[in-house]
């Protein structure tokens, strides 16, 4: 473990802004606990954020934010993190976000590809963020949440003075990772709308081009807003649309939105940490 730390990083995917939250809060906490060490961010959300590969060493600690999609991390930018990030023995904290359902593997998931990239493990931990589509959580991360992160940042602080190295196995959740998370509706029958791509209401939409830049995938076109290629339901568009624009309206998506409603609805999900 790396007892000798100069460089903190926060970097997240964070689509709708509450992972980058708490992975910056974390990170922030942590720099603090080793005498005020700079953090820095990177910011994974756009096609522009994930053009450049990232390489650590020894001398830094990097905090490393994804949401749970479908109970593991999001199948199109899983890729990025296991080939563009390389540890190469710097201290690393694997932090998952989910929207009061469940983190299922995806934690085990992005603490199987730090170690297998080499990082050493120095704790990670799960938190509560409010759901994407849905108003599950819908007042997460809240102050209690943010003394988590917090707390968590303290604790592998700590770790990394101690040189305590926390084992993958510690980490809840299958390794490797098992399959996703099956989509249901009303119904109970699985809910497809994998094609589901976002609409526009042309009564309210300013044509800023906001939608068209936040894009994780690079799917909306800049000149006529339109959604062309892939969407993977992440929301930022609709969470950055300053005139609530956007809006799903495939029967599929919105039956699994209802679903989640029902069920989820009073869950109280708490916050995990891995120390």
Known sequence: MNYNVKRIWAISFSPTGSTAQVVFEAAERAAAELGGLPVHTVDLTTPFGREDMLCFGTEDMVFVGMPTYAGRLPNKIMPFIRDMIKGSGASGIPVVTFGGRNFDDSLAELTDLMEENGFKLAGGGAFVCRHAFV?????????????????????????????????????????????????????????????????????????????????PMGSIEKDTLQATGICIKCQACISHCPVDARYFDDTGFLSHKRMLEETFADAKPENLLVI
Do not use: M
């Open 135 to 215: 108003d599950i959580a819908v007042d997460r991360p809240d102050e209690e949440d943010a003394s988590r992160a917090a707390a968590l940042g303290v604790a592998v602080a700590k770790n990394i003075q101690a040189g305590r190295e926390v084992a993958v196995s510690e980490f809840p959740g299958n390794h490797p990772a098992g399959s996703y998370y099956v989509p249901k509706g009303v119904d109970g029958q699985p809910a497809v709308f994998l094609k589901a791509k976002p609409q526009i209401d042309e009564e309210k939409c300013v044509h800023c081009g906001r939608c068209a830049e936040i894009c």
